[in-house]
């Protein structure tokens, strides 16, 4: 233990500790609990039983429980095939454009987005079919990897987002707001892209198909549309207030299984039994973080450093300091998962954001992109890894042309910092007493 007068080092080693352990490739969860620890351990006024007490906290949240069973949605709707069906209406919508299979990449990514909640499964579930196709019929791989990538981000922003779950647990701050709040960024990141692909297919020489009769959009319309519903029950049902956030995980688990089995026998026994083993890996990965950034909070907390930092910045803009803070959370976003992330960082400019005048869900749906943006920017990139990996390409190979996608998705963040009203009109106009 220190000596008392030694005390007011701490918050300086808190975070100094744990940059230590990151760089030296600690994985992050362990990185916060050891740095949680040690600091305990020096400040005579703390105790383990405190430390055990915040990560069991930290865990013992009903919302929580949404978390693995979107992920376990999505990785049903990747088993029993939805994916494909989704695939065969974009293409059937779009097919007759150039660059089709460029334009399905986003849009598949766009409706599984309205289910998974997850980037990861995104842009396995979609990388894994749409990535070859787009080999064979002449796109390169760097640009497939690229687009599969940057699309796969909008899983964490359009709803549900189980990103956004855990920052409205995490700040108190409105689920269903959060949720209402990223559906036009998600479609001014879809238009954006979309933009995108017209201007780089432009140098391909790749197939156009011709213009889908009626009927073929009415047939592949019915199955497609059954599963692209499953975001309307679930987005309607919370924002009513009929389901709460984990209810509506648990409708879209069981809707998942009833495609599945019942309407297009799909899926075996065997099936979702791979789908909950690989939803525990997944989710026992972020959640374990989650344990970990709770006791490190609390430290962050017990500090007060959000009051220091208060008194050391004084900036009353909204503007300027949302533009500060999402340029950190950028960065952040780039060594580590963006869950952890916004357990360490959501304490620390909460207050700051309030103290401004930034609207909680404004400043939500910015954290959660800007975080989220880490998924396709080395060395984290997790998202821009698994695309890499299923094109048979070096990361570093994609990385330019992937760029570009992450070019134009901060000139949106920047749209959504200078007009609050992007995010804030839906909540406004659907949740009654949206303050």
Partial sequence: MLPMEWIFFLPWL???????????????????????????????RLTFWVMFQRMYNGMDSFVLLAVPLFLLAGNLMNAARITDRLITLCMLLVGHFKGALAHVNVMVSMLFAGVSGSSTADSAGVGTVLIPAMKREGYPAHFAVAVTAASSVMGIIIPPSINMIVWGALTNTSIAGLFLGGILPGIMIGVAQLALNLVYVRRYQVPVRPRASFGELLRSGKDGMMAAGIPVVIIGGITLGIVTPTEAAMIAVLYALALGFIVYRELRFRDVLDASTATVRLCSLSLFSLVGAAIFGYLISFYQIPPKLMDGVNISDPVVLLLIMTAVMLVIGTFMDSLPAMAIMAPIFQPLAMQAGIHPVQFGV???????????????GLCLMISAKIGGIPLLKALGTTMLYLAIMLAVILLLILYPQLILAIPELLVPDFV
């Fill in 14 to 44: 808190l975070f100094g500790l744990l940059g230590v352990l990151i760089v030296a490739g600690v994985p992050i969860a362990m990185a916060l609990i050891l740095t949680a620890a040690g600091i305990i351990v020096l400040d005579p």
């Fill in 366 to 380: 910015i954290g959660v992109m800007a975080l989220g943006l880490g998924l396709i920017t080395p060395p984290y």
